[in-house]
């Protein structure tokens, strides 16, 4: 009933940007963080980017000063805009969100499906 649906994943070379969004829908009564993870082949998924509801931030260092994360609260949206990108940030990219469906509802965890990133040298 609360999808993540992500987009603007692709190939782009080394020092290029992408943009990517995750939108989410259903039964929302309120987010709290949301974030952006990623996983390169052969290992584990690490978190990327991360910003609550009040708008404070969090960033792994190697992407600090590159990646800019945002969202919009009117449209539950978080975005990633990542410039200067390199070889290394190739992996597939999820959106995470901490929901609250409603009134005596927990807050859970939920994930989008993965948008691939490739950057080539």
């Known amino acids: 009933q609360v999808q993540l649906v992500e987009s603007g994943g692709g190939l782009v070379q080394a020092g290029g940007s992408l943009r990517l969004s995750c939108a989410a829908s259903g039964r929302i009564f309120s987010i709290n963080a949301m974030g952006w993870y990623r996983q390169a082949p052969g290992k584990q998924r690490e978190l990327v980017a991360a910003i609550i509801s009040g708008g404070s931030t969090n960033y792994r260092d190697s992407v600090k000063g590159r990646f800019t994360i945002s969202r919009d609260n009117a449209k539950n949206t978080v975005y990633l805009q990542m410039n200067s990108l390199k070889p290394e940030d190739t992996g597939v990219y999820y959106c995470?969100?901490?929901?609250?469906?409603?009134?005596?509802?927990?807050?859970?965890?939920?994930w989008g499906q993965g948008t691939q990133v490739t950057v080539s040298s």
């Open positions: 995470n969100a901490d929901i609250k469906r409603g009134l005596g509802y927990k807050t859970r965890d939920y």
